[in-house]
Structure formats: C-alpha cells, structure tokens
C-alpha cells in the first residue's frame, strides 16, 4: 500500500500542476512516466516557448529527496506540498541551474560532509522565496 500511495502523491503533484498551467494558459501534456525524466511537457503560445517540467511532491512539508546528479539545469522544477484537504497546496518553482548553482543552499548538509548523503534532499526552507513562481514560464 505504501507504493501505492507514494504513485498516488505523484500523480496528484503532476495533475495538479498541469491544472495551475491551464488556467494561466499554458499548455501542458503529463508524460504518464512514458519519459524518465520528465513529467509534465509545457508551451507557452504566447512566447511560442516550449519548457520539460519535474514535478516532486510531498503530502506535508517535509524534504524533497533528490540527488544532484538528477537534476537538469534546462528543465524548471516544480515541488508541490499537498497538505490536507483543508489546506491549501503549495507550489515552489525553480530552475534546475538555480539549483545547481546553489547546491549548499538547497541541499543543506547533504553534500557538505566528506561522505555525502545516501538521501540528499532539497530543504523547505531554501523553496520559500519560489513561491507560486509561475513567470518562469513567460521568460
């Protein structure tokens, strides 16, 4: 069941940000896992700008587990907390070169130690001033 759930909290993250870009007029495809790496594939009409979009989501705020070495400076990351159904979702949006250039900042500790983390994850925290940074896709 846990499995399960995980695929669950995916899948709402992916739909849920796929819906955000709809209603601000983008158009968005979800990959359906058919590509590894990504999840959500966005054009702006206006800009006539195609982007490849990472979705990771989390049922309560917590870290987002992900290595470095996963991360795409072309692609824009979207992490979504759900919460429950009376809060709220949260959407933070970044640039995978933002955080390649920030790693400590991101990643706190999880690089910082002789022996990195077998679980690097990305902070809360460091996420914070990406809030609803949906002008990504208009740049």
């Known amino acids: 069941m846990k499995k399960t759930n995980a695929q669950l909290t995916g899948m709402a993250g992916e739909f849920l940000t796929a819906g955000k870009l709809f ?4 158009q968005a495809s979800i990959t359906f896992g058919n590509a590894k ?7 702006n009409p206006v800009i006539d700008k195609s982007f490849v979009v990472q979705v990771k989501t ?3 705020k917590n870290c987002f587990l992900i290595k470095k070495e996963n991360i795409n400076k072309e692609h824009i990351y979207v992490f979504v907390v759900l919460y429950s159904d009376e809060k709220q979702e949260e959407y933070f949006i970044v640039k995978g070169d933002e955080i390649l250039s920030n790693i400590n900042e991101f990643f706190g500790s999880s690089y910082k130690r ?7 994850a990305i902070n809360y925290n460091p996420l ?3 809030l609803n940074n949906w002008t990504l896709f208009d740049e």
Do not use: C, E, F, Q
């Open 23 to 26: 209603k601000r007029g983008y």
């Open 37 to 43: 790496a990504i999840d959500i594939l966005v054009y």
């Open 58 to 60: 989390l049922r309560s």
């Open 114 to 120: 002789d022996i990195p983390s077998t679980m690097p």
């Open 128 to 130: 914070k001033k990406y």
